[in-house]
């Protein structure tokens, strides 16, 4: 097997493990709900194989929704995101994407803080969208979206510094 791939199983099923055993703990004050088991579609490698991401994507929001009894609602906004990625890599990097010489697991730049950002604001948008499916709480959409991002990037930060590969 490829070390690439074992290395994104790895880092799927710990993203999964620590989301499921902590972060899915955290509900505080109703609004912050950290998730950042998201970062298996951010750092998933940029040459990377896109139906193996959208698989593995399907796969990862179908384990939580299998783990939080949501419904769907993970796997579909895993799934948007992951289609969305190329795009989102486009908007951030420009052509540096186009040469595929983007590495997120590098210092933290404003391109890959905004590439990490929008990833996250997609994501979340989609998933409480989805989740409460009425325009009537449409601010409450809003509020929990804002404050789940912000704490679901600054965790998902700590945990990127925390696995980043040392240089040699």
């Known amino acids: 097997m490829n070390s690439t791939l074992l290395y994104n199983l790895a880092r799927f ?3 999964l493990a620590v989301q499921v055993t902590i972060f899915n703990n955290i509900n505080f004050l109703g609004y912050i709900n950290p998730f950042p088991y998201i970062l298996f579609i951010i750092l998933y490698p940029v040459n990377g194989n896109k139906s193996g991401l959208l698989i593995a994507s ?4 179908l384990t939580m929704d299998l783990f939080m009894n949501s419904g ?3 796997t579909a ?5 992951s289609y969305f990625r190329p795009s989102i890599f486009k908007f951030s ?3 540096s994407y186009e040469y595929q010489t983007v590495r997120l697991n590098d210092s933290l730049t404003p391109e890959r803080f905004s590439f990490i950002f929008l990833s996250v604001v997609i994501h979340h948008l989609v998933l409480f969208i989805l989740e409460i499916f009425t325009f009537e ?3 409450s959409i809003i509020l929990r979206t804002l404050v789940s991002t912000i704490f679901t ?3 998902s930060i700590l945990i990127i510094y925390l696995i980043k590969p040392n240089k040699r």
Do not use: K, R, T
Not at 58 to 61: D, I, K, P
Not at 77 to 81: D, G, H, Q, R, V
């Open 137 to 139: 709480y449409f601010w």
């Open 72 to 74: 769907g609602v993970h």
């Open 58 to 61: 399907f796969f990862l929001g």
């Open 153 to 155: 990037i600054i965790i």
């Open 13 to 15: 099923i710990l993203l």
């Open 93 to 95: 990097f420009g052509l």
């Open 77 to 81: 906004s895993c799934l948007i995101l």
